[in-house]
């Protein structure tokens, strides 16, 4: 069930249910709660569950034309200040990720854990930013098709065939997002920071979930530094969009990382 309070004059809206450990959820790009509804009861059981629409999507509403992951941080510690929760395990999907590690950065202390769920510490690139400027521009006349492509290109092509019916609502769940909310997060993309300093030192528990056929995030890149620095990481088979592609798998990596967070 839905609930929402109140941040800078905006409705931010967020789910509590459980008892335990508080686990936040925090989807990616275009997404929304709903993309943890077949993973939240696999780990409510012995977990306090809260999820998070971040700014400009599903029903939380937009808040300016910048949604910074610090601004993003900032809503998340709203949510967990309403309910009065202290410590938490964060587990980011994509977007969420740089959410995650933005609130991390600003509220080390209420941290137990981070994972990175097809996610990564590394800011966008020259290429990549240009490639969401343009995004935003074709975002204003021709949204539908730009949102739809999007979409579909995040999983690999066996999964596009395979979760044809899960892509089709996925779709529906992302064309909801308005294109302020497209663009504001597209902005605060753009100007994010890289991470990787902060989260190779910080001392909470760390685990990352790749797929072997994302072409968003490295993994073989991400895997090597995972060794080096001797955090716990698991390769799963395909795209970016894992919690679809490679739903029973991640529900065994989360429910381990929060066991051991």
């Given at each position: 069930m839905q609930k929402s309070i109140t941040f800078k004059n905006t409705n931010i809206s967020f789910s509590d249910e459980g008892k335990g450990t508080a686990v936040v959820l925090i989807h990616g790009f275009l997404e929304n709660s709903t993309m943890w509804n077949e993973?939240?009861?696999?780990?409510?059981?012995?977990?306090?569950v809260i999820t998070v629409d971040l700014l400009g999507h599903g029903k939380t509403d937009c808040l300016g034309y910048v949604h910074?992951?610090?601004?993003?941080?900032?809503?998340?510690?709203?949510v967990l200040h309403h309910l009065k929760i202290r410590k938490?395990?964060?587990i980011g999907h994509s977007l969420g990720g740089y959410a995650a590690l933005a609130f991390a950065k600003l509220f080390t202390k209420n941290v137990k854990g981070l994972c990175l769920l097809n996610s990564t510490f590394e800011q966008d690139d020259e290429e990549r930013k240009q490639l969401r400027k343009r995004?935003?521009?074709?975002?204003?006349?021709?949204?539908?098709n730009l949102v739809r492509m999007s979409f579909i290109n995040l999983f690999s092509e066996e999964s596009r065939t395979q979760f044809k019916d899960e892509i089709e609502l996925a779709i529906k769940e992302a064309l909801k997002t308005p294109v302020q909310g497209y663009i504001a997060a597209n902005e605060g993309m753009i100007l994010r920071k890289n991470y990787?300093?902060?989260y190779t030192n910080a001392t909470f528990k760390k685990a990352i979930i790749l797929g072997k056929k994302d072409w968003i995030i490295n993994a073989d890149e991400m895997i090597s530094y995972a060794?080096?620095?001797?955090?716990?990481?698991?390769?799963?088979?395909q795209g970016h969009m894992s919690h679809i592609e490679n739903k029973e798998e991640i529900i065994v990596a989360l429910k381990e990382f929060i066991k051991n967070a």
């Open positions: 993973i939240t009861p696999k780990i409510i059981k012995k977990n306090r910074s992951m610090e601004l993003f941080a900032e809503t998340i510690e709203a938490c395990i964060l995004a935003n521009k074709m975002a204003k006349t021709n949204y539908q990787r300093d902060f060794e080096k620095n001797e955090i716990n990481y698991t390769l799963l088979s």
